[in-house]
Nanobody
């Protein structure tokens, strides 16, 4: 099935920034409504980081505290997550999710983000 491909992860020090990107491996024919970013740390549950709808609504988890920003390109089904002032607690695997109007969800394999003190 269609997969998303995340990139932009890496190792940075506390206070640094990263910009994650997500693109589909194949063309998604149906209109994509929701685009979102999740993360999962070792031994923890997967949690929502940020999401956006085609109509322009954006939602952020409390963990972002104004540090993260989600953006998208509807024509190319691209979505980005700008992360600033990163902290060690942000260390996790970050996953991209897109859902189309047929209620089909697409996921990526994730990109690792590691924050050193």
């Amino acid at each position: 099935q269609v997969q998303l491909v995340e990139s932009g992860g890496g190792l940075v020090h506390s206070g640094g920034s990263l910009r994650l990107s997500c693109a589909p491996s194949r063309i998604i024919v149906a209109i994509v409504n929701t685009m979102a970013w999740y993360r999962q740390a070792p031994g923890a549950q997967r949690e929502l980081v940020a999401s956006s709808t085609r109509s322009g609504r954006t939602d952020y988890a409390d963990l972002s505290l104004g540090r993260f920003s989600i953006s998208r390109d509807n024509d190319r089904n691209l979505v980005w997550l700008q992360m600033n002032n990163l902290k060690p607690d942000d260390t996790a695997m970050y996953y991209c999710k897109q859902r189309d109007v047929l209620r089909r969800s697409y996921w990526g394999q994730g990109t690792q983000v590691t924050i050193a003190e």
